[in-house]
């Protein structure tokens, strides 16, 4: 494994550690970093890489990227939905994903509509 293959994994534990440890002391903090641009930035790095800099496909990549950030948010508004009620975490999480898969599907179903 090359170490450009490992370092978004590296960073991604580390900011999983930097949020159990700040947590403790700021949730707001904690949750600021949980959500911070970290995968987005490594994902085009890696993307940049992989196709030397093509701006084209560079582009396309992004334009993906800022359409599943829909359902993300989707995701985030229902689990915050959930915990307001009074869920336990794993229906909180089970509600998320649902309302995620079916925003993710929503996007499948009007690119294929867009391609027909």
Known sequence: MKWKDALPVAISVIVLIVVAVVERHSKLVAAITAVMPLGAPLALWIVYSANDGDPTIVADFNRGMLI????????????????????????????????????????????????H
């Open 68 to 115: 599943g950030v829909l359902p993300t948010l989707g995701f985030i508004a229902a689990v915050w939905l959930c915990a307001r009620i009074g869920m336990k975490l794993i229906p909180m999480l089970a509600v998320g994903y649902a309302v995620w898969a079916i925003g993710v599907g929503l996007i499948a179903l009007l690119r294929q509509l867009a391609i």
